[in-house]
T-cell receptor
Framework: AQSVSQHNHHVILSEAASLELGCNYSYGGTVNLFWYVQYPGQHLQLLLK??????LVKGIKGFEAEFIKSKFSFNLRKPSVQWSDTAEYFCAVSPPFSGNTPLVFGKGTRLSVIA | AAGVIQSPRHLIKEKRETATLKCYPI?????VYWYQQGPGQDPQFLIS???????DKGSIPDRFSAQQFSDYHSELNMSSLELGDSALYFC????????????????FGPGTRLLVL
């Protein structure tokens, strides 16, 4: 079965610091990869996604992620975080070849940005 | 742009009562997913529908049932509620698209926060 690992449970950064959140997945085939963000008390919002092509994906709000197939990883990055980036970040995968496939989420990483 | 609509946003029920959660997908989206997110947990898949037929089933208790109607909205019916059912219930919708679902993106609604007392 597919699984998604997010190694950092809680990350605390100062404003303007750089961010990298790890995500590794276990799945033998090609997958679709996603990062969702959940601001306090709000719903999941899509940050970015990877289906195929350029492994470096740019999303909203200055986030980007890099798919490294050999490492089964899809790490999320942002060069300079802001206080408003404080949220829970979820990595998710779904296999692409079966359609209507539910997402498998990682446990999430809570990011706290302090002034 | 139109988003996924869920109602109600908040619901308080007593143990052993029933609850019905509603989800209205983004227009022209044909697939609906239900997820349950417990406090401090990641979303867990419950059930999904494509073109009004159940397409996949996850960790949905037998006390729960769901369906998708002709207008593509979906309802999650929960009976004999237990304290452990207290959670945030998300609905997500997607469109199979011309690629047959190979590049499918799910968009989430705001969720229904259910509290069982």
């Amino acid at each position: 079965a597919q699984s998604v690992s997010q190694h950092n449970h809680h990350v605390i950064l100062s404003e303007a610091a750089s961010l990298e959140l790890g995500c590794n997945y276990s799945y033998g085939g090609t997958v679709n990869l996603f990062w969702y963000v959940q601001y306090p008390g709000q719903h999941l919002q899509l940050l970015l996604k990877y289906f195929s092509g350029d492994p470096l994906v740019k999303g909203i709000k200055g986030f980007e992620a890099e798919f490294i197939k050999s490492k089964f990883s899809f790490n999320l990055r942002k060069p300079s975080v802001q206080w408003s980036d404080t949220a829970e970040y979820f990595c998710a995968v779904s296999p692409p070849f079966s359609g209507n496939t539910p997402l498998v989420f990682g446990k999430g990483t809570r990011l706290s940005v302090i002034a | 742009a139109a988003g996924v609509i869920q109602s109600p946003r908040h619901l308080i029920k007593e143990k052993r009562e029933t609850a019905t959660l509603k989800c209205y997908p983004i227009p022209r989206h044909d697939t609906v997913y239900w997820y349950q997110q417990g406090p401090g947990q990641d979303p867990q898949f419950l059930i999904s529908f494509y073109e009004k037929m159940q397409s996949d089933k996850g960790s949905i208790p037998d006390r729960f049932s769901a369906q998708q109607f002709s207008d593509y909205h979906s309802e999650l019916n929960m009976s004999s509620l237990e304290l452990g059912d207290s959670a945030l219930y998300f609905c997500a919708s997607s469109q199979m698209g011309t690629s047959g679902g190979y590049q499918e993106t799910q968009y989430f609604g705001p969720g229904t926060r259910l509290l069982v007392l």
